[in-house]
């Protein structure tokens, strides 16, 4: 999260502070400081954080936050033969209380 930070929505950083986060967590993995790179995309930390927390059902809202979450998506429903995939999809349901609380200026997201 703390590379996430320093990229922030950039396609890439050469911050010393992203780069020693990110061996961080590669080191732990095996990985030695002849494998740091000179620099951190936005790719290489996503690919990261899907091997880190597979299973940890953080990969969605990782999509979402780096605003590839459509195009990765389309193209799995796509390989996997899924008709029913749309961008919609990808909105959650606003919760009943915030909407109440706004007064009317919140509606709900569509399809819920």
């Known amino acids: 999260m703390h590379a996430e930070a320093i990229l922030a929505g950039r396609a890439e950083t050469a911050d010393s502070g992203a780069l020693d986060s990110y061996m961080q967590v590669r080191k732990r993995a095996g990985f030695t400081d002849e494998d740091r790179p000179s ?13 880190e927390l597979a299973f940890e059902n953080q990969r969605f809202y990782d999509l979402l936050r780096f605003g590839v979450a459509d195009p990765i998506l389309s193209a799995h429903a796509v390989e996997m033969g899924y008709s029913s995939y749309n961008a919609r999809q990808l909105l959650l349901p606003i919760p009943a209380r915030e909407i109440n609380l706004s007064g009317g200026r919140l509606t709900q997201n569509p399809g819920y």
């Open 39 to 51: 620099s951190l995309t936005k790719e290489a930390l996503l690919a990261e954080r899907r091997v």
